[in-house]
């Protein structure tokens, strides 16, 4: 019914409110920005264990972020953002990961917020 036109630009829309907002939290991504996935967006954590990152999320939260896989476990996690995933899923999940790294001590509430604000920029575009 959505269209595979529309799915796709979902799926687009996606991929860049997370990755920027990724980026306004102060997390690098795995991918280049040529190269980033409409269906997964991959973080890396540096002196952060992302075991223990995405251990936490799920236990405050109950969402399930994705690790890394052989030589990239604990070095990032992953957010999937293909197939039935809105919008809300996306702001829910950034704010999980906000949260999380205000607890850290590893962002600001200015960061946090601004990793929103830019997140619902890219999701607000049709």
Known sequence: EEGLDNIFSRHNKHKLAMSNAAKALNLELFADENHLSPSITAIKTGEM??????????????????????????????????????????????SAISITLLN??????????????????????K
């Open 49 to 94: 264990d992302a075991e223990e990152f995405r251990k936490t999320i799920k236990k405050n939260f109950d969402i399930l972020l994705a690790g890394g896989q052989d030589h990239l476990k604990g070095k990032i996690f992953r957010v999937g953002h293909l197939g039935h995933v809105n919008d809300r899923d996306i702001i829910t999940v950034i």
């Open 104 to 125: 850290l001590g590893k962002i600001t509430t200015h960061q946090a917020g601004e990793a929103l604000e830019i997140a619902t920029k890219y999701l607000n575009k």
